[in-house]
Antibody
Framework: EVQLVQSGAEVKKPGESLKISCKAY????????IGWVRQMPGKGLEWMGI????????RYNPSFQGQVTISADKSISTAYLQWSSLKASDTAMYYC???????????????WGQGTVVTVSS | QPVLTQSSSASASLGSSVKVTCTLS???????IAWHQQQPRKAPRFLLKLTSAGSYNKGSGVPDRFSGSSSGADRYLTISNLQSEDEADYYCETWDSNARVFGGGTKLTVV
């Protein structure tokens, strides 16, 4: 079964760093683009960025460029989303999602992770 | 880049049908979109991918009650024989050469 399993909930203080993960099962991880999507409390979905694990080609939504770093380790079929200095406004649910496209922008997301809630509070 | 517009809410009766609309911005009426369902306190789930011609491909395990259609810049998700578990937020998604975009979501209430 194709699935994405994300790491558990995190509670952090402003200024701390964080790296959350998304492990893929049931398909060739290195062959499909995988993205990250933010959902702030009570709000809609926002695309943050996307990575091709085969060669780590990464694209960012300009709104998130420089705010987060997306990476992947194809040897363990895992994608990552990280922050170097969290802010209270980073409090949200974060989802990883896989596409079927050959490029970063030619297909929609077809498999979603279960989400990781990140709470940033002093 | 394209913009997707959705009504914020919709409601329909148990056992009836409802059509949820996603409208593409001017100049993007030929775009393919995807529909996703987000039940309360759950992750989104891919429902179907829909072309401008109205053909669609559904995700694995998506019930036959879900279908898609298109007219111009409008993309529709129709849910027939509404069930209580269909009460959810529905998001459309599209993409182009350098961006991926979600609509604002439609909250469907089953009464």
């Amino acid at each position: 079964e194709v699935q994405l399993v994300q790491s558990g909930a995190e509670v952090k203080k402003p200024g701390e760093s964080l790296k959350i993960s998304c492990k893929a099962y049931g398909y060739i991880f290195s062959s499909y683009w995988i993205g990250w999507v933010r959902q702030m409390p009570g709000k809609g979905l926002e695309w943050m960025g996307i990575i091709y694990p085969g060669d780590s080609d990464t694209r960012y939504n300009p709104s998130f460029q420089g705010q987060v770093t997306i990476s992947a380790d194809k040897s363990i079929s895992t994608a990552y989303l990280q922050w170097s200095s969290l802010k209270a406004s980073d409090t949200a649910m974060y989802y990883c999602a896989k596409t079927n496209g050959y490029t970063a922008y030619d297909d929609g997301f077809d498999i979603w992770g279960q989400g990781t809630v990140v709470t940033v509070s002093s | 880049q394209p913009v997707l517009t959705q009504s914020s809410s919709a409601s329909a009766s148990l056992g009836s049908s409802v059509k949820v609309t996603c409208t593409l911005s001017s100049g993007h009426s030929g775009y393919i979109i995807a529909w996703h369902q987000q039940q309360p306190r759950k992750a989104p789930r891919f429902l179907l991918k829909l072309t401008s011609a109205g053909s669609y491909n559904k995700g694995s395990g998506v019930p036959d009650r879900f279908s898609g259609s298109s007219s111009g810049a409008d993309r529709y998700l129709t849910i027939s024989n509404l069930q209580s578990e269909d009460e959810a937020d529905y998001y459309c998604e599209t993409w182009d050469s350098n961006a991926r975009v979600f609509g604002g979501g439609t909250k469907l209430t089953v009464v």
